[in-house]
């Protein structure tokens, strides 16, 4: 009877050894994983983000459907420009003070001096902006949205993609990630969601700290 009890004891303190080791390490360890993942779906934010700016740059607003964004990146030109300054008589002037020249207005000149790739100009003249809404290690797609925002009388172009945090992180501690959902603060990814831009308000960033900012692109 004691050597059972021995054993049950034994069994006891192994079982509850191993809860509190893993109370300790469980966190750090999803947090490490939490952190690789997270780099491998901002880079593709960046790359969305990258080609939003171009498109509303050239369209004057940003998409909101993946394929017409990748289709524009496939195709369009940036245009290479230079400055100048010039000038040419001020006709109506010069006439009223009866000369034929003497008075002048100032311009500024844009020649378009040659086009190139966006798509060269921003991934470097990789295709990779093709899986750009792909999340990376899963098999879904990030949301895109895009739209106007209206503030004090004025209409702004706006956009947003994202993906539920509880998609990138499936598999993992189900109350690690419930956690990690409801983040608040200067050095975590904020919210629910890793996104970039806003539907709410005009602004092109992302929801994660400079941590995060080292990331590479996939």
């Not at 501690?173 to 603060?185: F, T």
């Not at 831009?197 to 960033?205: L, R």
Request: no cysteine.
């Amino acid at each position: 009877m004691k050597l059972i009890l021995q054993i049950v004891l034994w069994i006891a303190i192994i079982f509850f050894g191993y809860k509190l080791y893993n109370s300790v390490t469980g966190p750090v360890q999803f947090n490490k994983k939490k952190e690789e993942k997270y780099k491998q779906v901002i880079a593709k934010l960046k790359d969305i983000k990258a080609g939003q700016l171009a498109y509303q740059e050239i369209n004057g607003k940003f998409s909101g459907d993946f394929d017409s964004l990748v289709q524009f990146i496939d195709t369009a030109q940036f245009a290479i420009t230079a400055r100048r300054d010039s000038s040419y008589a001020d006709v109506e002037k010069n006439r009223a003070y009866g000369i034929t020249e003497g008075y002048y207005i100032d311009v500024i000149v844009i020649d378009t001096l040659d086009f190139y790739p966006v798509k060269d100009s921003l991934y470097g003249g990789t295709d990779r902006f093709k899986t750009m809404m792909n999340v990376p290690g899963t098999d879904a797609k990030f949301e895109l949205q895009a739209g106007k925002l209206e503030k004090n009388g004025n209409f702004y172009s706006v956009f947003e993609a994202k993906v539920d945090k509880a998609v990138v992180l499936a598999g993992m501690d189900k109350d690690l990630i419930a956690q990690e959902k409801q983040v608040n603060s200067v050095d975590g990814v904020n919210g629910p969601s890793i996104k970039v831009g806003s539907m709410d308000e005009i602004n092109t960033s992302g929801n994660w700290p400079k941590l995060y900012d080292g990331a590479k692109d996939q």
